[in-house]
């Protein structure tokens, strides 16, 4: 595919195949589109391939601009990405193999999933939201770093010396990469999200603390529930929480149209 900045992206597309065996024929069916974190490819969704087809979701990934195979210098942590997403989902919308469409991402890949599951275009264009380990947005997260590990320097306010720091990066970014930091912002669209989301953070997240969802599940626009998982921001993701992931993702990529019946809630699904 190719974004609007003339960007080759490099995708796959898995369906699962017909059987004679199992007298299995390949049909329509609800798509998945897997979004991967800021070091990550679309290899990363190779572990959930499987288990996504096998419950009749078909799985959609690719290499964000700047990643993997994809052309582009730079990431930009969820600024370009949305465009990435965007031009997925196009293509997915003239799919006739595609019913519906959920989208998983995992920390700058579900920061590009609130802001494009929020944005006035394509909120109605997701069925559902699988968010992993987001920022709220990414000035809060620099604020959250800046205090971590910027200095104190004697006799000079601290705030002083953060919004320094912030207001220098911003520039150098603008200057390489032709964004905003400012502008990554996760916590204002997903206000206007309406699908049921699905949030999962690590308790011991040091890079990206837990809060952060916290914060976002407070403020979310249509229903989410929040698990807290073990374990720190890159920590792989045991098989309960995938396999309740793959049942969430197949109870409500699977219902009529809204018109028929409302969407299955995330209360519901829990219990």
């Avoid at 000035?139 to 953060?162: F, G, N």
């Avoid at 320094?164 to 990554?184: G, I, K, M, N, P």
């Avoid at 997903?190 to 407070?218: G, K, M, N, T």
Wanted: aromatic fraction near 8%; proline fraction near 5%.
């Amino acid at each position: 595919l190719t974004n609007s900045r003339g960007h080759n992206l490099q995708c796959s597309h898995y369906h699962r195949e017909s059987d004679e065996d199992t007298g299995y024929e390949q049909e329509p069916s609800p798509c998945v589109v897997y979004l991967h974190g800021n070091c990550g490819s679309r290899v990363d969704a190779d572990e959930v391939v499987e288990g996504l087809l096998d419950r009749g979701l078909a799985v959609f990934s690719l290499d964000f601009s700047g990643c993997g195979l994809s052309d582009g210098e730079y990431v930009s942590l969820g600024y370009f990405e949305q465009d990435d997403l965007i031009t997925a989902l196009k293509h997915l919308q003239q799919d006739p193999m595609t019913t519906a469409v959920g989208v998983w991402g995992r920390s700058m890949g579900s920061v590009a999933a609130l802001m494009v599951g929020g944005s006035a275009d394509y909120k109605e264009a997701v069925g559902c939201l699988v968010v992993d380990s987001p920022y709220a947005s990414l000035r809060s997260l620099l604020d959250d770093l800046a205090h971590k590990y910027v200095p104190k320097v004697p006799l000079v306010p601290y705030d002083v010396v953060v919004e320094a720091t912030v207001q220098s990066l911003r520039e150098d970014v603008s200057r390489r990469a032709s964004f905003d930091l400012l502008d990554v912002d996760a916590d204002t669209p997903s206000r206007r999200c309406v699908a049921p989301a699905l949030f999962a953070h690590s308790l011991h997240d040091y890079l990206v603390p837990i809060e952060h969802s916290r914060r976002l599940v407070e403020s979310y626009g249509g229903e989410a529930h929040l698990v807290e998982l073990v374990g720190d921001h890159n920590s792989a993701r045991d098989l309960k929480f995938l396999e309740s992931v793959y049942e969430f993702l197949a109870t409500n990529l699977r219902m009529p149209p809204p018109a028929q019946v409302s969407p299955v809630s995330v209360t519901e699904w829990l219990q």
